[in-house]
């Protein structure tokens, strides 16, 4: 089994900034993909960032320039900076993972979400 799971949540002011680690654990063969998503209270689920294998990026337009996703090479770890933070980015974050695991299935695999909110 593939198992992710995010911490780094809480309670910030507008303008702060936060970082959310999530790590991969289990019997990975192979990590394609790594995202985050958010999903505010009466909205869908939607893009924050992804990254791939081999180092490219996504951002959702809402989050350009505010929010970097990284992960150390080879690592099962990858962490989503989040600077100047808005009221707007309150939401539940969740981590995703792709890839294939030691009997080369296909896995696809979320956490359990961290919750941000931003308010004064």
């Known amino acids: 089994q593939v198992h992710v799971e995010e911490s780094g949540g809480g309670l910030v002011q507008p303008g702060e900034s936060l970082s959310l680690p999530c790590e991969v654990s289990?019997?990975?063969?192979?990590?394609?993909?790594l995202g985050w998503y958010r999903q505010a209270p009466g909205k869908q689920r939607e893009l924050v960032a992804v990254?791939?294998?081999?180092?490219?990026?996504n951002y959702g337009d809402s989050v350009k320039g505010r929010f970097t996703i990284s992960r150390l090479n080879a690592q099962k770890v990858v962490y989503l900076q989040m600077n100047s933070l808005k009221p707007e980015d309150t939401a539940v974050y969740y981590c995703?993972?792709?890839?294939?695991?030691?009997?080369?299935?296909?896995?696809?695999?979320w956490g359990q979400g961290t919750q941000v909110t931003v308010s004064s």
């Open positions: 995703n993972a792709v890839g294939y695991d030691i009997n080369r299935r296909p896995y696809d695999v």
């Open positions: 990254t791939n294998s081999g180092g490219a990026t």
């Open positions: 289990g019997n990975i063969f192979s990590i394609n993909g």
